[in-house]
């Protein structure tokens, strides 16, 4: 099972290549959203912004997200680790029920071609 500080860098490095990307990726991460991250398996949630192509994350809580985030995320530790390092394809663990995407309907089109 990730530590919190595994899920921790996971999003930093996601950050980067986020803010290293090009094209239509780096049009998706130029929305201005708050951002939660719910880790499943430690009941952490990791909230912050998605801003100017990084995602910045600015604080840590016990359990669920307490507000509701524009863009909201749910996975367990070991798969959000395993999407970072390009080991489990994000689209098919979406659509197979391991990761949970919620967001408004324009950001969820904008975010497919993160996909």
Known sequence: M????E???????LSDNLAGADG???AAAALDRS?????KDLDVT??????DGRIQVLD????????????RLAMTGDDLVAMVD??????????SGRVRLEAGFRDLLKLRSLL
């Open 2 to 5: 990730a530590t919190m500080a």
């Open 7 to 13: 899920c921790r860098s996971a999003l930093d490095r």
């Open 24 to 26: 239509d990726v780096r």
């Open 35 to 39: 951002l939660s991250c719910h880790i």
């Open 46 to 51: 990791f909230t912050g912004r998605l801003a």
């Open 60 to 71: 840590t809580v016990d359990g669920p997200p307490r507000e509701k985030a524009e863009i």
């Open 86 to 95: 390009g080991d489990l394809n994000f689209a098919r663990a979406w659509g």
